[in-house]
């Protein structure tokens, strides 16, 4: 069987599990804004986007920087990588959780539940760092976990409809399905090792080169959360909650249509890093295919977004919560850009990362890009509300692509010099 019908038999179920993940957002942030109000919303908004970001301290670049060994190695080294993780994993809890208290004390603004606050942010930060995502990737096993997330996401939905009426009750159900998704993914991953009884995950040993592993990635992880959550975070230091709702509702939908793409990344970079064995023009060549695909899809949904929004308007305006509908919208087109910019961008961003060659550059360009971005966020992103901490965001991802480039071809002429 080709690549192309293997590629094309393992999309439409990737693809069930990531339409549930899209109307998460879109169905689910509007029906809980409604229910609590702007300002309850706001501090929704707060928890998870600190929890989000922090998640990345605790995910720790494994999904970068073990998918990529992971891909070419056998069932023993695949074993060993897993205990690394594994035991990295537990360690890298202590200091998420101990940044989740820092956060409600810098940027909480007197938050009138901050303990409760903090101990959400630390839970979520912990529960989204630990799926098994990366193992599910190397082994182009998605298709069939696909079918649990499927599961998990629906029931999510569901019981946000039923219950979510808190600020409370809604972080405990997202909690509830980001437990479930690490706890079966680690199990999934355990039933492959059959080979290893009585060997446990866990293994002090492990934890120095488990820590060495991930630190190769995990600086361009946590500044790659930049661009959707370090700026958010970074503006909520002086940004009203209703602002920060605002964004982050904005936000997250358009986030969530990304994600959408997530499964056609998830399986192709795979093909990339194992095109790379045959020849780098090869590997460059197949990225660039899907990267102008992905641009043609991207400008597709942007017109027709902007075309059904007069549509939407009249169904979100009684779900809004008190948010500004017209600002909404305003935040939206400009964040909206970001589809044909990174549908396209994230192939070769994935060829750049698949390579091996050009780690500097990747590393280069998603920290500086971090680093603009929480700058920018912090600064102007923040004082200009919505609108501005967009504008922000779609400058980020340019500034990045642009070192990103320059990096590349600064590393081969460097090469073809010696």
């Known amino acids: 069987m080709s690549a192309s019908p293997r590629l094309l038999h393992s999309l439409p179920q990737v693809y069930a599990a990531a339409a549930v993940r899209l109307l998460l957002p879109l169905v689910v942030l509007p029906l809980v804004a409604s229910r609590v109000g702007a300002q309850e919303f706001g501090r929704l908004s707060f928890i998870l986007v600190w929890a989000s970001l922090l998640s990345?301290?605790?995910?720790?670049?494994?999904?970068?920087?073990?998918?990529?060994?992971?891909?070419?190695?056998?069932?023993?080294?695949?074993?060993?990588?897993a205990r690394q993780v594994f035991t990295a994993r537990?360690?890298?809890?202590?200091?998420?959780?101990?940044?989740?208290?820092?956060?409600?004390?810098?940027?909480?603004?007197?938050?009138?539940?901050?303990?409760?606050?903090?101990?959400?942010?630390?839970?979520?930060?912990?529960?989204l760092g630990w799926p098994a995502t990366w193992y599910l990737q190397a082994t182009q096993q998605l298709n069939r976990w696909s079918r649990v997330e499927l599961v998990v996401y629906a029931t999510l939905m569901a019981a946000c409809w039923l219950f979510?009426?808190?600020?409370?009750?809604?972080?405990?159900?997202?909690?509830?399905?980001?437990?479930?998704?690490?706890?079966?993914?680690?199990?999934?991953?355990?039933?492959?090792?059959?080979?290893?009884?009585?060997?446990?995950?866990?293994?002090?040993?492990?934890?120095?080169?488990?820590?060495?592993?991930?630190?190769?990635?995990?600086?361009?992880?946590?500044?790659?959360?930049?661009?959707?959550?370090a700026l958010p975070a970074a503006a909520s230091v002086q940004m009203a909650k209703t602002e920060l709702g605002l964004y982050f509702m904005a936000d997250r939908i358009v986030r969530a249509v990304l994600n959408a793409a997530?499964?056609?990344?998830?399986?192709?970079?795979?093909?990339?890093?194992?095109?790379?064995?045959?020849?780098?023009?090869?590997?460059?060549?197949?990225?660039?295919?899907?990267?102008?695909?992905?641009?043609?899809?991207?400008?597709?949904?942007?017109?027709?977004?902007?075309?059904?929004?007069?549509?939407?308007?009249?169904?979100?305006?009684?779900?809004a919560g008190g948010l500004d509908v017209m600002s909404l919208r305003a935040v939206?087109?400009?964040?909206?850009?970001?589809?044909?910019?990174l549908l396209g961008w994230k192939f070769i961003g994935y060829w750049i990362l698949g390579s091996g060659r050009y780690d500097s550059a990747?590393?280069?360009?998603?920290?500086v890009g971090g680093i603009v971005g929480v700058l920018g966020a912090a600064t102007y992103g923040g004082a200009a509300g919505a609108t501005g901490l967009a504008l922000t965001a779609l400058t980020v991802e340019m500034v990045v692509i642009a070192v990103a480039v320059g990096g590349v071809l600064l590393t081969r002429r460097l090469r073809a010099s010696r």
């Open 164 to 229: 979510a009426r808190s600020v409370e009750t809604y972080v405990a159900l997202q909690l509830a399905a980001s437990l479930t998704l690490a706890v079966l993914g680690w199990r999934w991953l355990l039933r492959d090792f059959v080979h290893a009884p009585g060997q446990a995950l866990w293994h002090r040993d492990e934890l120095r080169p488990g820590l060495r592993l991930g630190w190769t990635m995990m600086p361009v992880a946590i500044a790659g959360a930049a661009y959707s959550f």
């Open 262 to 319: 997530e499964p056609v990344f998830s399986v192709v970079y795979p093909r990339i890093v194992n095109l790379f064995a045959t020849s780098e023009r090869a590997a460059l060549r197949y990225s660039a295919a899907w990267a102008v695909g992905g641009a043609a899809v991207g400008v597709v949904l942007l017109a027709l977004g902007n075309a059904l929004w007069p549509h939407l308007e009249p169904l979100l305006l009684p779900r």
């Open 362 to 367: 990747y590393r280069a360009c998603v920290i």
């Open 56 to 81: 990345m301290i605790v995910e720790g670049g494994f999904l970068a920087a073990a998918t990529r060994l992971a891909v070419t190695a056998d069932a023993p080294r695949r074993w060993q990588i």
């Open 332 to 341: 939206l087109l400009i964040l909206a850009w970001l589809l044909p910019l």
């Open 90 to 127: 537990c360690v890298l809890c202590v200091p998420a959780a101990l940044l989740s208290m820092v956060a409600v004390a810098v940027a909480g603004h007197g938050s009138s539940h901050p303990a409760v606050d903090a101990l959400a942010i630390a839970a979520l930060a912990c529960a």
